[in-house]
């Protein structure tokens, strides 16, 4: 595997499940984050972690919890979600944070969830 | 603070049509500046960047100049292909010492043969 990839790919829940998302980068990143894409919407970022430390919060509801247990690996754990957080969640990667140098973001391909 | 703003769309142009996608930007110190482009089911990708003023990223036909004087860096295109219908962000980083990548609002173009 190469760049960042995420599972799954596609996912249908209901507002009483509970799922998680997983995104993994393959490029000795230091830095990842979770962005929400709705359509009409500008894309939002939603968490940053650095060094996996939680480094930005968007202030995103308590239903999506998010995980860094290593640098390659970040999680978003949802529960009890609502139908408007139907959209296209996206993970993606850098080498720092800032961005410095001309840095950019390396951004896996994305989970559709689906909010019945 | 810092911000991009980018051209609404939809662009639908002819194949072989001259493409331009305004973006300029308010950010203090010096940032990057970065297209991205977002193909149908896709995540986004690096189109082309530039780190200082008066660099020129250019990738794949396109091209965008990095004008301080202006706090702009448009897109363009001499020849666009019904292949490069997707969503194009403008985006830059790293300014001020803190954490940031802001994004545009993206601009869809539609390119029709």
């Known amino acids: 595997e190469t760049g960042v990839t995420q599972t799954p790919r596609h996912l249908v829940m209901g507002m009483t499940n509970k799922k998680s998302l997983k995104c993994e980068q393959h490029?000795?990143?230091?830095?990842m984050y979770w962005y929400k894409q709705s359509a009409k919407k500008p894309l939002e970022l939603m968490f940053v972690?650095?060094?996996?430390?939680?480094?930005e919060n968007n202030s995103v509801p308590s239903r999506f919890s998010p995980e860094c247990p290593n640098s390659s690996h970040l999680f978003l754990h949802l529960h009890t979600l609502q139908p408007e957080d139907s959209a296209l969640y996206l993970c993606a990667s850098s080498q720092d944070s800032r961005g410095l140098a001309g840095r950019e973001q390396f951004f896996g391909p994305g989970t559709r969830l689906t909010v019945l | 603070g810092n911000s991009v703003t980018q051209m609404e769309g939809p662009v639908t142009l002819s194949e072989e049509a001259f493409l331009t996608i305004n973006c300029t930007y308010t950010a203090t110190g010096y940032p990057s500046l970065f297209w991205y482009v977002q193909y149908p089911g896709e995540g986004l990708q690096l189109l082309l960047k530039?780190?200082?003023?008066?660099d020129k990223g250019s990738n794949k036909g396109f091209e965008a100049t990095y004008r301080k004087e202006t706090t702009s860096f448009h897109l363009e295109k001499g020849s666009v292909q019904v292949s490069d219908s997707a969503v194009y962000f403008c985006a830059l980083s790293g300014t001020s010492g803190t954490y940031k990548y802001i994004f545009g609002t993206g601009t869809r173009l539609k390119v029709l043969s």
């Open positions: 490029l000795g990143h230091n830095a």
């Open positions: 530039a780190t200082k003023a008066d």
């Open positions: 972690y650095s060094l996996e430390e939680r480094v």
